[in-house]
């Protein structure tokens, strides 16, 4: 059976820093220093499994081309770097259905959730608005223990593998704490808001122009 696996190129080629702390760009030295991260990623998911179908996409997402790029898909894992990818991949998936592994970290902490759909609650539902950039710094700026992209990339595939298959309780409706420092997991609660401007709507009411956008949008991204 061929599995397909959906790749997309947010920020060009690959960078010492992806190459040091990211298995799919895993290489001795830096050979693929300048490659698209797409074809990095192809290159390493290939020589694990063949029969792997890489579908690459070197385009940045955005609300003119993220419908068409990611419809027919049955799961989205999640890994973006930034809130306007996080937003617009929300609004998109909420729209098509599709469910999304989302998982991110920061230092010595991670975080995973499952949001599925109108089975539960939606990225806005958990972050209406994007945090102030002084209590989520970038990872550039702040530093991620360099295992921590791997940690977490396992329990994303484990929650996939749960959704794909329909076994155990995959993390709708929780967020899951990773603190690798005290090797601790803390799980919360997340509930549907009622009021949320995305998921609390229609599907097909959620227009392009508003996709990804969120108050104070331009002054964010501008900043």
């Known amino acids: 059976m061929t599995r397909r696996f959906f790749c997309y190129d947010l920020r060009g080629p690959v960078t010492a820093i992806a190459i040091s702390v990211d298995p799919a760009h ?116 702040n530093g991620v223990l360099g295992v921590l992209p791997g940690t977490m990339g396992m329990l994303q595939a484990t929650e996939v593998i749960k959704l794909i298959t329909g076994s155990g309780e995959p993390l709708i409706g929780r967020l899951l704490l990773y603190d690798a420092l005290g090797a601790t997991f803390t799980e919360l609660k997340v509930r549907r808001d009622p009021n949320c401007p995305i998921c609390s709507r229609d599907p097909d009411s959620i227009s392009e122009e508003e996709m990804g956008k969120f108050p104070d949008y331009e002054a964010f991204c501008a900043g």
Do not use: H, W
Request: hydrophobic share 35%; with cysteine.
């Open 26 to 141: 895993d290489t001795p030295g830096s050979a693929r220093r300048f490659l698209a991260k797409v074809d990095s990623a192809e290159q390493t998911i290939n020589s694990l499994n063949p029969d792997v179908e890489v579908v690459k996409y070197k385009t940045r997402l955005d609300a003119s081309n993220i419908m068409e790029i990611i419809d027919g898909y049955d799961v989205i894992v999640d890994g973006a770097d930034n809130f306007p990818t996080r937003y617009l991949l929300n609004d998109a998936t909420v729209r098509l259905g599709i469910p999304v592994v989302s998982a991110s970290i920061l230092g010595f902490d991670g975080q995973l959730s499952v949001f599925a759909p109108y089975e539960g609650p939606c990225y806005r539902c958990l972050y209406p608005t994007p945090p102030p950039a002084e209590l989520a710094p970038s990872c550039g700026a």
